[in-house]
């Protein structure tokens, strides 16, 4: 079965501070890996994309990267800002040999307040 | 903006009735997903469709069933609907382009937030 675990559930750090969170999956074939933020009551935007032959990928403050050996990704933050409060969510895509969009498999997320 | 627009933002309701979801995608997009989003939990994938076909289909209960027009928009529809079925209603829509060309990246609406009473 194809799924996608996020860990930690939840995370509070301190503005400014540095954070990591993890992805791991066990999703076949796979075609790529997105990051995506929810802001609270919000829909969730795309941080970034990942593909099999990607290692990092930076998107200002967020860099991503992934292991596709170990099937697991990271998402690291740096200098956190109050802004950053949101859930992070792991989509991983599933290769469809049919042409079209592919499964799409979402983790659970990982809830982040930055505190002042 | 993602570009794609849900209506209503918000809707109360009692137990038993039923209620329509809209959704608009980005100009261009074949296709739209629903997501339904309880209070904090994941997104749990109801139903995709394709250029007006039913593409995939996910945790969506009898009670729940959704089509696209020719115009590409789509409606969710909840049925004797339950004091459980409160939550965020999310749509996304995705852009056209089979195989490596198409990256997979959805664009969310802003949510249609359902409550039962």
């Known amino acids: 079965k194809n799924q996608v675990e996020q860990s930690p559930q939840s995370l509070i750090i301190l503005e400014g501070k540095n954070c990591t969170l993890q992805?791991?999956?066990?999703?076949?074939?796979?075609?790529?890996l997105r990051w995506y933020k929810q802001d609270t009551g919000r829909g969730p935007v795309s941080l970034t994309i990942?593909?099999?032959?990607?290692n990092t990928k930076s998107n200002g403050r967020y860099t991503a990267t992934l292991d596709a050996d170990t099937k697991q990704s990271s998402l690291h933050i740096t200098a956190s800002q109050l802004s950053d409060s949101a859930s992070y969510i792991c989509?991983?895509?599933?290769?469809?040999?049919?042409?079209?969009?592919?499964?799409?498999?979402f983790g659970k997320g990982t809830k982040l307040s930055v505190k002042p | 903006d993602s570009g794609v627009t849900q209506t209503p933002k918000h809707l109360i309701t009692a137990t038993g009735q039923r209620v329509t979801l809209r959704c608009s995608p980005r100009?261009?997009?074949?296709?739209v997903y629903w997501y339904q989003q309880s209070l904090d939990q994941g997104l749990q994938f109801l139903i995709q469709?394709?250029?007006?076909?039913?593409?995939a289909k996910g945790n969506i209960l009898e009670r729940f069933s959704a089509q696209q027009f020719p115009d590409l928009h789509s409606e969710l529809n909840l049925s004797s609907l339950e004091l459980g079925d409160s939550a965020l209603y999310f749509c996304?829509?995705?852009?056209?382009?089979?195989?490596?060309?198409?990256?997979?990246?959805?664009?969310f609406g802003e949510g249609s937030r359902l409550t039962v009473l």
């Open positions: 100009s261009g997009d074949l296709s």
């Open positions: 469709y394709y250029n007006g076909e039913e593409r």
């Open positions: 989509v991983v895509s599933v290769r469809n040999y049919g042409g079209s969009q592919g499964n799409l498999i």
């Open positions: 992805c791991n999956y066990t999703v076949s074939p796979f075609s790529n």
């Open positions: 990942m593909t099999f032959s990607e």
């Open positions: 996304a829509s995705s852009g056209v382009g089979g195989g490596l060309l198409n990256t997979g990246e959805l664009f």
